[in-house]
Structure formats: structure tokens, C-alpha cells
């Protein structure tokens, strides 16, 4: 009897250790996993917070140009003799720096979009000093739905929703 006793005290030990190795790779497993999990939400929101960064800043840069276009014509409309490439030289350079960062940190959908927009921004200033000031009004106009297009772009890209 003590022999069988023995036997049974040994099993149990046996079967104590099986799930203890069973219960240290499940939980290793699962921490795994939740590593994993952890790593690609953190990874998602650092990629979504660039994008949001970049298409923040080139709304900022695409409003200081149009700014620094709308105090071109009114120069020009007094009569002062302006340089336009100077004069809008660093909205441009600040333009061309966020639309680098754009185009490398968003998708296509965003990046064609911005690349119209920039487009009728340009045309735009090519008219500034040359206009009235309400030809200047109809003109800018024309930005207002490519500008929202891209917001729009953005903010599907973003996941932002209404």
C-alpha cells in the first residue's frame, strides 16, 4: 500500500508540474499577444498623430499663403511697386516645407487632393497683383471648394467623423 501511495503522491506532483508548464505558456502567450496588441495601437495612434500634425500645418501654410496673396493685391491696388516672388517668398517656402511633410505622411486620396488645391493657390498668385479688389473676391473664391476637399480628404483619413 505505502508503494502505491508513493505512486499517486508522485503522479499528483507530475500532474502539478504539467500545468504549471501549461499555465507559464499560456500566460507567456497571452502576454505576448497583449504586447503585440499594445505595440500596433501605440503604433497607430503615433501614425495617425503624424498625419493629423502634417495636415495641420499645411492648413496653417496654405492659409498664411493666401494671406500673404490677399496683402499682395492690396499693395498692389495702392500702387506699390511689389516683387511678387520676394513677397511671398517665405509663405511659399513655409507652403513647400509642409506640402513635403504631407505628401510622405498621408495617403493618395490626401496627397492628390492637396496637390489640386496647391494648384489653384499658385494660379491665384499669379493673378494677385493684376486684379481689382473685387476681381481678387471672385477669384479667391474658387479656392473655397478645393480647400474644403481637402479638408474633407483629411478628415476621412483621420477617421474624424461628424
Known amino acids: 500500500m ?3 501511495s508513493a505512486w499517486f503522491a508522485l503522479g499528483g506532483v507530475a500532474i502539478a508540474g504539467v500545468l504549471g508548464l501549461v499555465t507559464a505558456a499560456l500566460n507567456h502567450r ?3 499577444r497583449t504586447r503585440i496588441s499594445t505595440y500596433r495601437e501605440q ?3 503615433a501614425i495617425r498623430d503624424q498625419r493629423r500634425e502634417a495636415c495641420h500645418d499645411y492648413l496653417v501654410a496654405t492659409n498664411a499663403f493666401w ?3 490677399d496683402q499682395l493685391n492690396l499693395t498692389a491696388i495702392r500702387g506699390e511697386e511689389v516683387d511678387r516672388s520676394e513677397y511671398l517668398r517665405a509663405a ?3 507652403l513647400q516645407d509642409t506640402y513635403v511633410y504631407l505628401t510622405i505622411s498621408c495617403g493618395a486620396k490626401v496627397r492628390e487632393v492637396a496637390d489640386s488645391y496647391q494648384g489653384k493657390l499658385y494660379e491665384l498668385a499669379g493673378e494677385a497683383q493684376d486684379v481689382t479688389r473685387d476681381q481678387w473676391g471672385k477669384l479667391s473664391g474658387k479656392t473655397h471648394q478645393p480647400r474644403q476637399d481637402l479638408r474633407e480628404a483629411m478628415r ?3 477617421g474624424v467623423r461628424d
Open 92 to 94: 511659399n517656402n513655409t
Open 43 to 45: 503604433e497607430g495612434r
Open 67 to 69: 494671406q500673404a496673396m
Open 30 to 32: 497571452w502576454g505576448e
Open 2 to 4: 505505502a508503494n502505491a
Open 156 to 158: 476621412q483619413e483621420l
